[in-house]
């Protein structure tokens, strides 16, 4: 018997939900502010600019996504030296998902200015952050798209993947964020 193919996204986990070391959070710390929430509190919310990305410091934060009508959905459960945001960061666009602390947590804020200098700065690790924006971006349309078909209203763009490159090759080259919608001409 064959094993249950695994989903794409599933096969990507790791690289979605990247866990930084140390030497990685000291390197970017620089870069952002400690801030911290107690339990229960939502830090960042569906529909609201988020005051930037997050790395996990010390707790739990669980993320969710409202889809349509239904209760919102655990998407996952971040711990320590976890990178939390989404494309829109880097847009000062509204948030996607909420975060909601499920114990007392602490967090390095990284403003939506610093963090394309954190892409830049910090190649290497600003090309695993930027691949896992684009990621979650792109499960997120394919979860968006199984709520269109069960659904009258749309949730999310159709564009969504594009964009995410459109907005991945303007901070490459310190250019506007601002992302062309259009479909690329073939």
């Given at each position: ?17 990247p ?25 960042f ?20 996504q ?58 290497e690790?600003?090309?695993r ?35 995410a ?15 062309s ?6």
């Amino acid at each position: 018997m064959r094993p249950a193919a695994q989903s794409p996204i599933d096969a990507r986990h790791a690289e979605m939900f990247p866990v930084l070391a140390l030497s990685e959070i000291g390197r970017i710390s620089r870069l952002g502010e400690r801030r911290a929430y107690p339990a229960g509190a939502r830090i960042f919310s569906t529909g609201e600019i988020a005051p930037g990305a997050f790395v996990l410091l010390s707790g739990q934060v669980d993320i969710m996504q409202r889809v349509g009508d239904r209760d919102a959905e655990l998407i996952v459960s971040h711990g320590p030296g976890s990178f939390m945001g989404e494309l829109a960061q880097l847009s000062g666009r509204p948030a996607l998902v909420d975060g909601v602390a499920r114990g007392p947590v602490e967090v390095l804020v990284i403003p939506q200015r610093r963090l394309r200098d954190l892409l830049v700065e910090e190649a290497e690790l600003g090309e695993r952050i930027m691949r896992a924006l684009i990621l979650r971006r792109v499960a997120s349309c394919g979860a968006a798209g199984a709520a269109r078909s069960s659904s009258a209203a749309p949730t999310m763009p159709m564009c969504c993947g594009w964009r995410a490159f459109s907005i991945a090759t303007d901070i490459r080259t310190k250019g506007s964020t601002r992302a062309s919608t259009r479909a690329p001409k073939l």
